[in-house]
């Protein structure tokens, strides 16, 4: 099993630009997170999924889009890119909370983006 | 709202014990991890308290209290890939039956030898 993977692993935007990234799972898992990591704070959710076909903001959605046509493929959009959104953004994914063992959250390799 | 604190940097000798702190002030608590983060990799699970006391998991053990909203993570034998950070999340229960982790900013462990 790859677990979670994330395409690209880094991009270049300039300020206005447009991009997805993608973040797959084989786990069948029915959860999914998108969070972002900059310097000096936690981990932030930006959107999540709680299964096929549905989507929920997070604390920073702003700025994002998201959709989960697939259980297994959750994507990250941004419109218009800002400098302020230059991070590196993680994936993860979960259980659901009804399953009987921990819902212990799973992460990708990350997607370092700049822009300028 | 949500509140998580932990040191920023530790600095230990191989072969040494360290304690992380992690206090958090939240509402909705239902349960509280530590995660590993190795430079410009993804975090891994470490380990899970939901009831108050002791897990431990080969050299890693983790303390919870909620009363007090405390937990520590402690590791032994310390081994120059310990050099990590380590993130403390707490899950908190929202009120549309979501759970949702918050992180605090996470510990960076140096071990030198």
């Known amino acids: 099993n790859a677990g979670v993977t994330q395409t690209p692993k880094f991009r270049v935007l300039k300020t206005g630009q447009s991009m997805t990234l993608l973040c797959a799972q084989d786990m069948n898992h029915e959860y999914m997170y998108w969070y972002r990591q900059d310097p000096g704070m936690g981990l932030r959710l930006i959107h999540y999924s709680v299964g096929e076909g549905t989507t929920a903001k997070g604390e920073v959605p702003d700025g994002y889009n998201v959709s989960r046509l697939k259980k297994q493929n959750f994507l990250l959009g941004l419109e218009s890119a800002a400098p302020s959104q230059t991070s590196v953004y993680f994936c993860?994914?979960?259980?659901?909370?009804?399953?009987?063992?921990?819902?212990?959250?799973?992460f990708g390799p990350g997607t370092r983006l700049l822009v300028l | 709202g949500q509140n998580i604190d932990q040191p920023t940097e530790m600095t230990a000798t191989e072969g040494a014990i360290v304690q992380i702190n992690c206090t958090y002030q939240t509402s909705g608590f239902n349960g509280l991890f530590w995660y590993q983060q190795h430079a410009g990799e993804a975090p891994t699970f470490l380990s899970y308290n939901v009831l108050d006391g002791l897990e431990e998991k080969g050299r890693f053990s983790s303390f919870l209290s909620r009363s007090k909203g405390y937990s520590y993570l402690l590791l032994k034998e310390l081994q120059m890939k310990d050099s990590a950070s380590y993130l403390c999340a707490v899950r908190v229960l929202m009120n549309t039956g979501f759970q949702k982790l918050v992180f605090g900013t996470g510990t960076r462990l140096l071990v030198s030898p």
């Open positions: 993860a994914s979960s259980y659901s909370i009804g399953r009987a063992s921990q819902e212990t959250q799973y």
